[in-house]
């Protein structure tokens, strides 16, 4: 998200364009893409209160030494590297959460798991925008370090020891391939990702070039855009339980597809943040709605399923981004 939010300074600072400096967010969803899965197999076994603090020390860390890289060129990488924390964390928080739940309150924990999206939404992307446009994204990056490294302090101290799923197995993954309803749900996953990450990455620059707007403004378009987003998710989160994955998920596609259809409408900046209403109030909620349901469909192959989850929304981030460039 730090990289969407400081596109414009990026670009004035690295000396390279829009659609160059989108390639940082490309090469980092390829990178997530490739991690998720296959890191889920090699930390399997570890303890996740350890093994999710470490994966938030090494972004962080990452964040850190990236901030302070002289060009795009040595930039690049070291932004790659520093995701692969979020490639462990990310599907091992949910995977975790799912173990730690009740069964009747799983997909209510695993949604709101997904509620940090929304959060870093409304309080880091208009944050690091406003920060990239006023000081630079080098302290927007380091703001990320920081973040990151409070994040790892509070997980070591909340979450439990012991917390260990079940080891990925080669005939787990030969029967979530084999499954029919489970590949149909990622595939949905796969394209809405693609769609949404083919705007969604250049929002700044969009918002400054097209529609005139100044850093502050662009801060409020992301800081409202989130605070919808959070609006979505705790509903999602709230009655998921009740109305069923399957409907929330529906209902949350048809937001999102609602705003992509208006987007011709978008003619300022107010008209723009209504067209944009219904995205926000689905984008982070289908996302929690789906790793619920693939949760809940076989609980048995949760990991699994939430390490294939996490590949179908990064394999999708890097086409979008590049296409949107």
Do not use: K
């Amino acid at each position: 998200m730090v990289t969407a939010g400081t596109l414009n300074d990026l670009t004035r600072s690295l000396q390279v364009s829009v659609a160059v400096a989108g390639q940082l967010l490309a090469v980092a969803a390829v990178v997530l893409a490739l991690g998720a899965p296959l890191l889920a197999a090699v930390v399997a076994g570890i303890d996740r209160r350890r093994l999710l603090a470490l994966a938030l020390l090494w972004f962080a860390g990452g964040h850190l030494i990236a901030a302070l890289m002289p060009t795009y060129a040595a930039l690049m990488p070291v932004r790659a590297i520093s995701v692969l924390g979020a490639a462990v964390f990310t599907p091992q928080a949910a995977a975790a959460v799912g173990v730690m739940a009740m069964p009747a309150q799983r997909g209510r924990a695993i949604t709101f798991i997904f509620l940090g999206w929304s959060v870093s939404s409304v309080m880091g992307m208009p944050l690091s925008a406003w920060i990239g446009e006023a000081h630079g994204w080098r302290w927007a990056f380091a703001l990320v370090a920081v973040l990151a490294t409070v994040a790892a302090l509070w997980v070591w101290r909340t979450v439990p020891d012991g917390v260990r799923p079940a080891a990925l197995s080669r005939a787990a993954w030969a029967r979530v391939f084999g499954h029919p309803a489970l590949m149909a749900t990622v595939m949905v996953t796969v394209f809405s990702a693609a769609g949404q990450f083919t705007l969604f990455t250049y929002f700044a620059p969009y918002y400054r070039q097209v529609l005139g707007a100044t850093p502050g403004e662009i801060s409020a378009m992301f800081a409202v855009f989130g605070a919808i987003g959070v609006v979505g998710n705790v509903m999602v989160a709230r009655h998921i339980d009740r109305i069923g994955a399957p409907r929330a998920v529906l209902a949350m596609l048809v937001c999102i597809a609602t705003s992509l259809l208006l987007w011709p409408l978008g003619t300022s900046l107010p008209l723009m943040m209504a067209v944009l209403a219904p995205w926000a109030l689905g984008c982070f909620a289908s996302q929690s709605a789906q790793q619920a349901r693939l949760g809940l469909v076989a609980p048995a192959l949760a990991p699994e399923l939430i390490a294939l989850y996490s590949w179908g929304v990064y394999a999708r981030q890097a086409p979008g981004a590049i296409r949107g460039g």
